[in-house]
């Protein structure tokens, strides 16, 4: 019964696991791949925001450092301007106008006092642009606490020193961080006096730092403990703030530059499309490498199929075999050059079709028969090649072999039957020709031997003959004496009719013998079909008897017969086995007939053979007790023309074997003891086919 495809049990086991493992993969393939990409897109995202951060941070830090280094240069330049005030003695109204001049230009600075060198007061300015809350009784004694302490350390060190912050109260009612900054004034190595400026942190950060402050940021002086002293700008707040610090380090005091940023978050829509960009860019790099490289692949894949191809085709064309491809329906899907030119049809003649051109029309049943029975796959091709007669273009008829085998194709799928075709045309003529001249030979030699035999046989043929002569006289007389005897007694007449009788009777039985003899020759000699019948080993050795015995007798050889009792009859072409039988018995005798050699026994023996391979075999032997056969003489044997004797052809032994084998038999010699030689060769028994019920 047939089964669909989908029902066939084997289809069903096997395809849908390998359908649901191929389909997992693919999908686990992409399933990784989109999750790789996702993840990349996210990692691209957060190391732009990170890059991003990383940018801002950089460039407030940069900022941060500037300022620093803008107020240092600052209070740097202001050093030498306070300097620059004591520098020209005079008096203290004098010095007052150019520190007024001096804080008219420099906004940070709030006050400037020039003290002698116990800190009396001698002189002072103050800001023209903030009122301030000055404690003048303070300030004018000696006992401002941040003047004293400042320019106690600024003695100490022999240079300028400044005073921690401290908070100053501002005219208008708010206050401000102050600062202050004690410049030793030496003349000759001696302190004469010392120049005091109170610096407002807030101005400080105003002049020096808010020309560059963009509106994102702020600036502040904190104390190293975080204490916001002064702060400046930010007029826009972001979600995200970004601090730098910068240490401002003084003489006898530390400040902390801090700058703070305010950002919005970091955006992911340009980021995500910065990523993707990038994505992108790498997906596209990757895709042409992978392009380049799978187009090298590819042009290396078709080179070597060009190869391949190329290979191929020289193969088809030097081969000598004919090869031809047919699909599932029968039709030709392919032939080789040597089938085209084996058929004499084209290619183009010959796909595609289903009834051969190149079948013989009174056997296209036939074949068409035999192809769809073996595209039925009911029929398996032999594996040693079937035979067949196909027909060239030009109408003649040629014997071909032809081998068959399943077409698979890569996925294990059946899809059609290759053949390959031999022409066996010339096999076949070599074959005959070789039949024909064995057949020749054959009948040479069987010329050969009646030669040989003609001797024996005028020999032979004289006994008879004589006898018939002498009868014939005989009986001549009888009837001239019967003439003359009719004048006697009629009893006389009978009794000579009588011996004239006897007399015809002995010369028919003559006749009989010396045609006997004349027939078995004739019979040996013509040559008649091979043909294989069931024979009685007892009827091959009758046949050669009086043949043997001709030559026996003349030699003087005793011939016996051994047959063992029940044998079967053996399959075989009696006329060739009796050749063979008569070659080896007549080389026994000629083995025998040396002077020294008295006992002349010839032994013909047929027996059971062991048996081999479910066949029964039946053996025959020529036994003689001749001179043997020596080393150098055993070795060339049976090989054709060989021969010690004179008159000999050297043909008989070869012969005798390719006859034997032919049968299917084989055939050896061995030493008789104590002197002569074994022959031997077996035949196949004949076994009746079983009679059906
Ligand atoms: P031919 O009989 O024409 O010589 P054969 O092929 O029959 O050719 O024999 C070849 C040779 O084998 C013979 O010449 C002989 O020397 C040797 N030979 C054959 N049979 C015997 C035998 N029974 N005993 C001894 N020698 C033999």
């Given at each position: 019964m047939?089964?669909?495809?989908?029902?066939?049990?084997?289809?069903?086991?096997?395809?849908?696991?390998?359908?649901?493992?191929?389909?997992?993969?693919?999908?686990?393939?992409?399933?990784?791949?989109?999750?790789?990409?996702?993840?990349?897109l996210v990692t691209m995202v957060w190391?732009?925001?990170?890059?991003?951060?990383?940018?801002?941070?950089?460039?407030l830090e940069r900022d941060t450092a500037n300022a620093v280094a803008d107020i240092r240069a600052a209070l740097n330049r202001n050093l030498q301007d306070l300097q620059a005030l004591s520098a020209v003695d005079g008096e203290p109204a004098e010095w007052k106008v150019r520190a007024a001049?001096?804080?008219q230009v420099r906004r940070e600075l709030m006050r400037i006092e020039w003290r002698d060198a116990s800190l009396r007061m001698r002189s002072h300015a103050e800001t023209p642009y903030r009122s301030v809350q000055w404690e003048d009784q303070l300030r004018t004694s000696n006992t401002h606490p941040e003047a004293v302490l400042t320019c106690t350390h600024a003695r100490r060190l022999n240079g300028p020193a400044y005073s921690p912050s401290y908070f100053q109260l501002l005219a208008e009612g708010m206050g401000t961080e102050m600062?202050?900054?004690?410049?030793?004034?030496?003349?000759?190595?001696h302190i004469t006096g010392f120049v005091i400026g109170t610096y407002s942190l807030q101005s400080l950060l105003m002049t020096q730092v808010s020309k560059n402050l963009p509106r994102t940021q702020e600036v502040s002086f904190t104390e190293p403990d975080g204490t916001r002293l002064a702060l400046l700008g930010a007029s826009w707040r972001g979600t995200r703030m970004f601090t730098a610090q910068q240490l401002l380090d003084l003489p006898g005091s530390t400040l902390v530059l801090r700058m703070d940023s305010w950002h919005r978050a970091p955006s992911v829509f340009p980021n995500v499309l910065t990523a993707l960009v990038t994505l992108m860019s790498i997906a596209l790099v990757s895709v042409v490498t992978v392009l380049v490289r799978d187009n090298r692949r590819r042009l290396r894949a078709e080179r070597d199929l060009g190869d391949a191809l190329a290979f191929r085709k020289a193969m088809e064309d030097s081969l000598v075999t004919g090869l031809r491809a047919r699909d599932l329906q029968g039709r030709i899907s392919y032939v080789n050059p040597a089938f085209c030119a084996m058929v004499g049809f084209t290619a183009e003649e010959l796909l595609g079709q289903s009834i051969a051109p190149y079948w013989p029309p009174e056997r296209a049943d036939v074949y068409t028969h035999r192809r769809d029975r073996r595209l039925s796959g009911n029929a398996p091709p032999p594996r040693e090649g079937h035979e067949s007669i196909f027909m060239r273009k030009d109408g003649t008829r040629f014997p071909v072999l032809i081998f068959e085998a399943p077409l698979i194709n890569a996925q294990g799928q059946h899809t059609g039957w290759m053949s390959a075709f031999i022409d066996i045309s010339e096999q076949k003529r070599m074959e005959e020709i070789s039949r024909a001249s064995q057949e020749r030979l054959q009948a040479t030699a069987r010329l050969a031997t009646v030669g040989e035999m003609a001797s024996l046989l005028s020999h032979e043929l004289t006994q008879p003959l004589a006898a018939i002569s002498s009868y014939a006289t005989g009986s001549l007389n009888l009837l001239s004496d019967g003439q003359s005897a009719t004048q006697d007694s009629e009893a006389a007449l009978r009794l000579q009719l009588q011996d004239l009788r006897m007399a015809m009777e002995r010369i028919s039985f003559q006749a009989d013998r010396a045609g006997r003899v004349i027939k078995s020759v004739r019979d040996f000699v013509r040559r008649r079909d091979q043909s294989r019948v069931a024979t009685h080993a007892s009827e091959l050795m009758d046949a050669v008897l009086p043949l043997v015995n001709l030559q026996a007798r003349k030699l003087g050889v005793r011939?016996?017969?051994?047959?063992?009792?029940?044998?079967?009859s053996v399959l075989c072409d009696p006329t060739m086995i009796e050749q063979v039988l008569l070659n080896l018995a007549r080389n026994g005798m000629q083995a025998m007939d040396l002077p020294e050699i008295v006992e002349r026994d010839l032994v013909l023996r047929a027996r059971r053979a062991a048996a081999s391979a479910h066949r029964s075999w039946v053996e025959f032997a020529v036994i003689d007790s001749g001179s043997g056969i020596p080393e150098?003489?055993?070795?060339?044997?049976?090989?054709?023309?060989?021969?010690?004797?004179?008159?000999?052809?050297?043909?008989?032994?070869?012969?005798?074997?390719?006859?034997?084998?032919?049968?299917?038999?084989?055939?050896?010699h061995s030493p008789r003891q104590p002197h002569g030689t074994v022959f031997a060769f077996t035949l196949p028994a004949h076994t009746p086919a079983p009679v059906e019920q």
């Open positions: 047939d089964l669909p495809v989908d029902a066939d049990p084997v289809a069903m086991g096997r395809w849908p696991w390998r359908r649901w493992r191929s389909a997992w993969r693919r999908w686990s393939l992409w399933t990784l791949l989109v999750a790789l990409v996702a993840s990349t190391l732009a925001g990170r890059y991003e951060a990383s940018q801002v941070q950089d460039k001049e001096l804080l600062m202050e900054v004690c410049l030793p004034l030496t003349q000759s190595g011939v016996s017969t051994e047959l063992e009792p029940g044998l079967p150098h003489v055993a070795e060339q044997l049976f090989t054709p023309f060989f021969t010690t004797r004179d008159e000999g052809m050297g043909l008989g032994l070869s012969l005798c074997r390719t006859v034997v084998e032919q049968h299917g038999g084989h055939l050896q």
